[in-house]
C-alpha cells in the first residue's frame, strides 16, 4: 500500500513539474516582444524645405523624396572614359627658335618666358588646327607636333594674340585627324569635376584630376598693352610642358587651355590657371579666317572699385567697374561714357573687376554696338555703344602713347611725349623725383601746371612707365597726386616720405585738368 503511494505521488509530482514547464513557455511566447529590425543604411536626402500637399516635409509635391548616391565604381569608369576620348586629340609640341638651336627647358608658368622648347595643343578641326598658347610658339623658327600614335607633322603658325597668349597652328594629314569639341566655359561652376590633359616634363599624354577651384582670375601675366585675363583656377596638377593642353569637363568637352600656375618652384603647387574655351573659340575663329584678331575696343581706362572709391562716389555697395578715364574721340567718348562712371553691366552680363569687363568686351568685333549699364551720380541708365576697331586714328594713337610710354625712363619728358592736352606741361625748371618702385615720375607743382589745374600743391605726374605698378594699376601721367591713403601731399617729397614706411596697397587719390578727382589703388 505503502509502495503504491509512494509512486503515486512521484507521477503526480512529475506531473506538476511537466505542467509548470509548459506553463512557463506559453507566458514567454505570449508576453516577449518582438525584436528590433536591424538599422538600414543611412541615405542623405536632397529635400526641399517646407510642407507638401501630402503632409511629408520637404518632398515635392509631384515627385516624393529622391536619394542621391555617389558610385566610386560609376564615377571611376567617367574619367577612365573621358581619358580615352581626349588624349587623341591633345598633341605634343616642340619648338626650335629662330636661330636653329633647341631652347633649353625652363620655368615658364609662374612669369611665362617667352619662349620653350616643348609644349602642348589641342586639335579643334579634323583638317588639322590646333590651338595653343602664344608663349609656346612665339618666335619659333620650326615647330613640330607630334600625335598620342608617334606620327610627327610639321607645323606652322596661322596666327598669334599675345593679348590672350592664344595662337594656331596647322598641320597637314592625309586623312581626318581626332577633335576635341568645344564645350561652353560659360556653364562652369565652382566645384565642377574637371582633366587636365597635356605634355608636363616630357611625360606624354599626362592626365590628371581636380576641381574648378575659382572663376575669373586675374594674374597680370600676360605681356600686352591690351592683356586679357579671365582664367578657370584649378587644382588638376599641371605642369611645365602643360601649356596650350586641354582642360576638360566631364563630358569630355574642351572648357580652356591650360596656360599658367601659381608656383614658387615653377612645379606643380595646386593653382593651375586655364583659358576659357569661349574667349578660345572667338579668338581662334578670326586667326584661323583672317591671321588676326580682329578686336573691337571701347576706348576706356577701367580699374576695380573698392570701399573707399564706393564711399568717395557715393555707391551704396561695392560694384561695377570705376571708369578712370575716357579717351577723345574713342567708342565710350562718342557713346557718353564719362571719367568717374560706375559700370555695372556690359551687354547684359554683371562685371564687377577690371577683366570681367574687358573679357565681355574682347568678344565682340569693330562695329558691334553694346549696352552699358552706367551708374552716374545715383541715377542709373544705360549707353549703347559701337566699337571701334584698332585701324582707326583714334586707336593708333592711343596704341603710339602706349608704346611711348613703355620706351620711358627716369628724367626729363621729350617734348614729343608731352600730354596733348597740354601745349607745353613741362616747362617748368622743376626736377624729376623718380619712385623706381612705381615707375614714375614726380614734379613739383609750379606755373604752367600750376595754373592749369588751379592747384598750389600736389606732386605732378610727369611720367609713367609701361609694365610698372603705377601702370598697372591705370594711373595716368598729367594728374596731380593730392593724397596718399589719408594723408595729404603737397610735394614729391611727400610721396617718398609715405612710401619709406607705408605698406601695400596704396590708395592714391589724384586730380585731373578739368578739376574731377579719382582713385588708384598700387599695390
Do not use: C
Not at 543604411?41 to 507638401?52: E, H, L
Not at 590651338?131 to 607630334?146: D, F, K, P, S
Not at 626736377?431 to 615720375?441: E, F, I, S
Amino acid at each position: 500500500m505503502s509502495a503504491s503511494r509512494r509512486l503515486v505521488r512521484l507521477l503526480v509530482g512529475i506531473g506538476l513539474v511537466l505542467v509548470g514547464l509548459l506553463s512557463g513557455i506559453l507566458v514567454m511566447l505570449v508576453v516577449e516582444e518582438e525584436p528590433a529590425p536591424t538599422p538600414a543604411p543611412r541615405i542623405v536626402k536632397q529635400v526641399n524645405s517646407g510642407q507638401t500637399g501630402d503632409g511629408r516635409a520637404g518632398a515635392p509635391a509631384d515627385s516624393g523624396l529622391r536619394a542621391r548616391e555617389v558610385n566610386p565604381t560609376t564615377l571611376s569608369q567617367k574619367f577612365r572614359s573621358v581619358a580615352e576620348e581626349v588624349r587623341a586629340a591633345v598633341v605634343s609640341i616642340r619648338v626650335q627658335s629662330e636661330g636653329g638651336e633647341n631652347v633649353p627647358e625652363e620655368e615658364f608658368f609662374n612669369n611665362p618666358p617667352r619662349r620653350q622648347n616643348l609644349g602642348s595643343g589641342v586639335l579643334i578641326s579634323p583638317d588639322g588646327y590646333v590651338v595653343t598658347n602664344h608663349h609656346v610658339v612665339e618666335e619659333a623658327g620650326a615647330i613640330q607636333v607630334r600625335l598620342t600614335d608617334k606620327r610627327q607633322f610639321e607645323g606652322r603658325v596661322v596666327g598669334m594674340d599675345p593679348s590672350t597668349d592664344l595662337a594656331v597652328v596647322k598641320i597637314d594629314s592625309p586623312g581626318d585627324l581626332p577633335v576635341l569639341p568645344i564645350g561652353n566655359s560659360d556653364r562652369v561652376q565652382v566645384g565642377d569635376w574637371v582633366v587636365a590633359v597635356g605634355n608636363p616634363f616630357r611625360l606624354t599624354s599626362t592626365v590628371t584630376a581636380g576641381i574648378v577651384s575659382a572663376l575669373g582670375r586675374q594674374l597680370r601675366i600676360i605681356d600686352s598693352q591690351f592683356g586679357i585675363e579671365n582664367f578657370i583656377q584649378t587644382d588638376a596638377a599641371i605642369n611645365p610642358g602643360n601649356s596650350g593642353g586641354a582642360l576638360v569637363n566631364l563630358e569630355g568637352e574642351l572648357i580652356g587651355i591650360n596656360t599658367a600656375i601659381a608656383s614658387k618652384t615653377g612645379a606643380y603647387a595646386g593653382y593651375g590657371f586655364a583659358i576659357p574655351s569661349m574667349l578660345v573659340e572667338r579668338i581662334i575663329t578670326d586667326l584661323i579666317e583672317y591671321g588676326e584678331v580682329r578686336r573691337g575696343y571701347l576706348g576706356v581706362s577701367i580699374q576695380e572699385v573698392n570701399a573707399e572709391v564706393a564711399e568717395e562716389v557715393g555707391l551704396d555697395e561695392i560694384h561695377g567697374v570705376y571708369v578712370a578715364d575716357v579717351r577723345s574721340g574713342s567708342a565710350a567718348d562718342r557713346a557718353g561714357l564719362r571719367r568717374g562712371d560706375i559700370v555695372e553691366a556690359v551687354a547684359g552680363e554683371r562685371v564687377d573687376a577690371p577683366n570681367e569687363l574687358q573679357s565681355v568686351v574682347a568678344m565682340q568685333r569693330p562695329g558691334d554696338v553694346i549696352a552699358l549699364r552706367v551708374w552716374r551720380e545715383g541715377t542709373v541708365e544705360t549707353i549703347d555703344a559701337r566699337l571701334m576697331g584698332n585701324d582707326t586714328s583714334v586707336y593708333q594713337n592711343w596704341l603710339s602713347d602706349l608704346r611711348s610710354q613703355s620706351r620711358r625712363r627716369p628724367g626729363p619728358v621729350p617734348d614729343d611725349e608731352r600730354p596733348q592736352s597740354d601745349p607745353d606741361p613741362e616747362s617748368s625748371e622743376a626736377p624729376v623725383v623718380t619712385l623706381d618702385g612705381w615707375g614714375v615720375g614726380l614734379r613739383a607743382v609750379e606755373d604752367p601746371v600750376q595754373s592749369r589745374f588751379n592747384l598750389d600743391a600736389g606732386a605732378y605726374v610727369a611720367y609713367v612707365e609701361q609694365g610698372g605698378a603705377a601702370a598697372d594699376a591705370g594711373l595716368p601721367r598729367d594728374v596731380i597726386i593730392t593724397a596718399l591713403d589719408d594723408a595729404p601731399v603737397e610735394t614729391p617729397e611727400d610721396v617718398q616720405d609715405y612710401l619709406e614706411d607705408a605698406e601695400p596697397p596704396i590708395l592714391v587719390q589724384v586730380q585731373r585738368t578739368d578739376g574731377t578727382q579719382a582713385f588708384y589703388e598700387i599695390q
